[in-house]
């Protein structure tokens, strides 16, 4: 990235830190994906006129909750950079702007994580939230705030790890599977992607396994049970009782393609 934010800039009993344009080779940043809010405005933002006080120190105090907790974040995992859309991008400069808007996917592809203040709905909504007890897992919970936003969408999917703080629990996501504090409702949602993918059309029908077969082992690995063509070992009892909605028609293909009592086939 053009600019980052140092973290430790005055030193580790220091929380206030400042804007640095220096490259930074084989150090690890954290990158912010977060909601500016209706306004499209936030109170700390990059200016040509506060470029200067930016390069010399930034107050703690002075920034939004959602910033001062992606910190806390950032320095609980020893990561010392930080990339943060309104402080690294100049905002009045329309030169600056179309430069970075193109790096975008270098900046979230090459960042070490990304923290999503996905329920958050302005900058200072922050990330943590205080709840009673995690009361499911859901997905959907993760395409909640931010993920509405164009911006937040490819940020997402550009990212290499996710830490998502939503709105009823913590939410791990990268390219090699994904967590929540609820282990119960994976069970849930992994029944329900099958649900939704067996309606999917495939041109060829033999071809319906090895199209999940990436995800289903994956899932394997998060539910630490066993995949068997289309379902899984742990709670198969549960699974076995698939069915076929009547509207939804259709024919047993004549090439095999799985066990009887998989919904493959």
Not at 55 to 81: F, G, M, N, Q
Not at 101 to 111: E, G, I, K, L
Not at 240 to 252: A, C, K, N, Q, T
Request: proline content about 5%; aromatic content about 12%; glycine content about 4%.
């Amino acid at each position: 990235p053009t600019r980052l934010l140092d973290l430790q800039a005055f030193g580790n009993n220091c929380l206030d830190i400042r804007l640095i344009e220096i490259p930074i080779r084989d150090s690890p940043f954290a990158t912010l994906s977060h909601c500016w809010g209706a306004s499209g405005n936030t109170k700390c933002q990059a200016t040509m006129r506060a470029l200067r006080d930016l390069r010399d120190r930034i107050l703690y105090t002075d920034l939004p909750k959602t910033y001062r907790d992606a910190i806390t974040v950032c320095r609980s995992l020893e990561i010392r950079y930080l990339w943060i859309d309104s402080l690294c991008i100049i905002q009045d400069s329309k030169e600056d702007w179309a430069r970075e808007a193109t790096s975008m996917s270098y900046v979230y592809s090459n960042s070490h994580l990304t923290i999503s203040a996905d329920w958050s709905p302005n900058p200072e909504g922050g990330c943590f939230k205080a709840i009673d007890a995690p009361p499911g897992f859901e997905m959907e919970e993760t395409v909640c705030i931010t993920t509405g936003r164009a911006w937040a969408f490819q940020e997402r999917f550009l990212s290499r790890r996710n830490l998502h703080f939503t709105q009823n629990q913590l939410f791990w996501e990268c390219r090699e599977g994904f967590a929540g504090e609820d282990k119960d409702r994976l069970h849930a949602w992994c029944h329900k992607f099958v649900e939704k993918y067996s309606r999917a059309r495939i041109t060829f029908p033999t071809d319906r396994i090895p199209a999940i077969s990436a995800l289903a082992r994956l899932f394997a690995d998060d539910l630490c049970s066993p995949y068997l063509a289309g379902l899984w070992l742990e709670g198969l009892w549960y699974t076995l009782s698939w069915f076929r909605p009547d509207h939804e028609g259709g024919e047993r293909p004549k090439d095999y393609i799985a066990p009887s009592w998989s919904w493959c086939s």
